[in-house]
């Protein structure tokens, strides 16, 4: 729960760029990012910031289809270099089928091999 913040209420709802600069020079717009919006301060907020890995992790550990369902309206903030990122990645399940394919294909043939030249010889 430490990648999950929360800003202090005194915050402002708008930060700006140069507000978003964390310590080592790198603007949080590389990680997933939400402004966090308070009402009043008996309501919890209905935005909170937090780390890509950490959204990938709860994506991956979780059912999300449900949820994609009931949330596909949201609008999202992310940057430009992550989501070109998401863009171009490979799709991993494609490459995953391909040395399955592979390696049963030389299996069948290499046994169908075997029995032609048994029987013939």
Do not use: W
């Not at 590389?30 to 990938?56: C, M, Q, W, Y």
């Not at 171009?88 to 399955?100: C, F, I, M, S, Y």
């Amino acid at each position: 729960m430490d990648d999950i913040k929360f800003p202090s209420e005194n915050q402002d709802d708008n930060l700006s760029e140069d507000e978003v600069v964390d310590k080592e020079g790198e603007s949080d717009l590389d990680n997933l990012e939400e402004e966090v919006k308070h009402g009043s301060s008996s309501e919890p907020a209905s935005k909170v910031k937090i780390t890509f890995g950490r959204f990938v992790s709860l994506v991956a550990n979780h059912s999300f289809l449900d949820i994609v369902e009931k949330n596909s309206d949201e609008e999202v903030i992310i940057s430009t270099n992550l989501l070109t990122d998401l863009a171009n990645a490979h799709d991993g399940q494609t490459e995953r089928k391909l040395p399955v394919v592979f390696v049963l294909g030389l299996i069948v043939g290499i046994g169908l091999t075997y029995l032609l030249l048994t029987k013939v010889l």
